[in-house]
């Protein structure tokens, strides 16, 4: 008698710092820092690619989790939804036109996607990106975005920031999260060449800036190649998104996929990871910048490995479901298929001959990756 009386103390005293300390130790693990980069309605956000905290997209989430452990089948929590096969820039690294532009003809309609988030919130979907082409040029963006129920999911937008600044107030009324607009370079000159479109680095800022006073959490995605590593201009862009107060930084590293197919060396001279996630560890752990999300530690096989087809998948502007952006490998069309349907065949795709789950990500095209279906050969 008396131990459960001092058990029931000792949790009286600890409970909050236990608990405490299990949100830290998964925010170390999961996304190298464990800052709060901001807050949606009242509730701590961490990252973008995660629901805000006690919220009750997280118990959706967490709901999901424990159902898929009990099941022993992988569940989504995270799709990226593409609104528009247009677009406004001519990235030079674009894994959307020559690879998922192949896809389809007939970009989904209003009332698909309505149908469609309809369908991935049933399903437990905590978090829907939208991304394009250029999503913002499609018009009925804030309307779709309206059409989630906020208490099961939060979005958010990737986009490049030409139309931001105009669209920011009826984003911020429609219920978005968080918008990242894309930066990869921290000057003009460079950055409007990569993208191919003048004047684009300060629509971009401006844009930003829009989203932030209409009380927006902003984000920064860029794509690091080992020239920007070595080069310094990552850290650069680190130092401008502090300057701008953007709230997050997710890095993308640079694939052989899309207008980037004929980039051999990409696959052959990967990107120096080890530098990147010190250079990121760097910064996470300064409070005055804002958190990073590194695609490369994500993907790492020692940490959570490639979530495509297990916690994540992207459906196109033509209602094709793949495994993720950079990987044109259509599972099934939701225009005629039920979502939940071909996710269970996708999950089960994703299994190798082990009946284990393939870590490894397939558009990298690095060494021992596992591809959908079968296995590459490292011989």
């Not at 107030?169 to 918008?179: C, E, F, H, N």
């Amino acid at each position: 008698m008396l131990d459960k009386v001092r058990y029931m103390v000792a949790t009286l005293r600890h409970s909050m710092s236990y608990a405490n300390a299990i949100n830290d130790f998964f925010l170390e693990y999961y996304l190298r820092h464990k800052k709060i980069i901001g807050w949606y309605k009242g509730l701590p956000v961490y990252s973008s690619f995660l629901t805000p905290g006690l919220s009750k997209p997280l118990a959706n989430l967490l709901s999901r989790r424990l159902i898929s452990s009990l099941i022993d089948k992988p569940l989504p929590g995270i799709v990226h939804i593409g609104v528009t096969n247009t677009c406004n820039a001519k990235c030079e690294h674009c894994s959307f036109f020559t690879a998922m532009d192949t896809l389809g003809t007939r970009v989904m309609d209003f009332a698909e996607l309505q149908k469609l988030i309809r369908s991935l919130q049933a399903y437990g979907v905590a978090i829907i990106n939208f991304v394009g082409g250029e999503p913002l040029l499609r018009k009925e963006l804030p309307d779709i975005i309206a059409c989630i129920d906020k208490d099961k999911s939060v979005s958010s937008i990737y986009t490049n920031g030409w139309f931001l600044a105009p669209m920011a107030a009826s984003l911020k009324k429609a219920g978005t999260m968080l918008v990242n607009a894309s930066l990869d370079a921290p000057d003009a000159e460079a950055h409007d060449a990569f993208r191919r479109l003048p004047g684009l680095f300060e629509r971009a800022l401006e844009g930003i800036k829009a989203c932030r006073r209409h009380g927006l959490l902003t984000g920064i995605s860029t794509t690091v190649t080992q020239e920007g590593l070595a080069s310094g201009s990552f850290e650069h862009i680190l130092h401008l998104a502090k300057k701008l107060r953007v709230n997050e930084v997710i890095v993308f590293d640079a694939m052989p996929v899309g207008m980037y197919s004929h980039r051999v060396d990409l696959s052959k001279k990967p990107l120096d990871r080890k530098k990147l996630l010190e250079i990121v560890d760097t910064y996470n752990a300064d409070p005055s910048y804002p958190g990073i999300f590194c695609y490369a530690h994500f993907r790492d096989t020692i940490s959570f490995g490639c979530s495509a087809g297990r916690n994540y998948c992207y459906i196109s502007p033509y209602g094709d479901v793949c495994p993720c952006d950079f990987t044109a490998m259509p599972v099934g069309n939701i225009k005629d298929t039920e979502f939940a349907r071909i996710w269970l065949k996708m999950a089960a795709e994703k299994r190798n001959s082990s009946n284990e789950y393939m870590n490894s990500c397939c558009a990298s095209q690095e060494e021992e990756i596992y591809h959908i279906g079968s296995r590459k050969s490292t011989s």
